[in-house]
Nanobody
């Protein structure tokens, strides 16, 4: 099973940018779809983006499409989430997760079996 560790969160002003990283250990990383989710206080985790095992296919939530970009470097066992034009409503704890599902089938938290501990992103207005 893959182990995941997120980093890169922090405090940023509205309109700013952040890049989150998801570092993985384990032999199966390069064969798995990786997703990013976020969780607002008191709410369920919501899908943000996912990337296929080879990095060729991506999928985004409508709320972040055009502002966030997911990418991966399998040689470094790392997935990235580049976030641009951040809004206060992007404030949340961000998690990365791994699944064997195909990228377009991997949009719910129940599809993912391995999770990181999360990283806080706070966007001030």
């Amino acid at each position: 099973q893959v182990q995941l560790v997120e980093s890169g969160g922090g405090l940023v002003q509205a309109g700013g940018s952040l890049r989150l990283s998801c570092a993985a250990s384990g032999r199966t990383f390069s064969s798995q779809t990786i997703g990013w989710f976020r969780q607002h206080p008191g709410e369920e985790r919501e899908f943000v983006a996912a990337i296929s095992s080879n990095g060729r296919f991506t999928n985004y939530a409508e709320s972040v499409k055009g502002r966030f970009t997911i990418s991966r470097d399998n040689a470094k066992n790392t997935v990235y989430l580049q976030m641009e034009s951040l809004k206060p409503e992007d404030t949340a704890v961000y998690y990365c997760a791994a699944t064997q599902y195909r990228v377009y089938d991997a949009t719910t938290s129940t599809a993912f079996g391995s999770w990181g501990q999360g990283t806080q992103v706070t966007v001030s207005s």
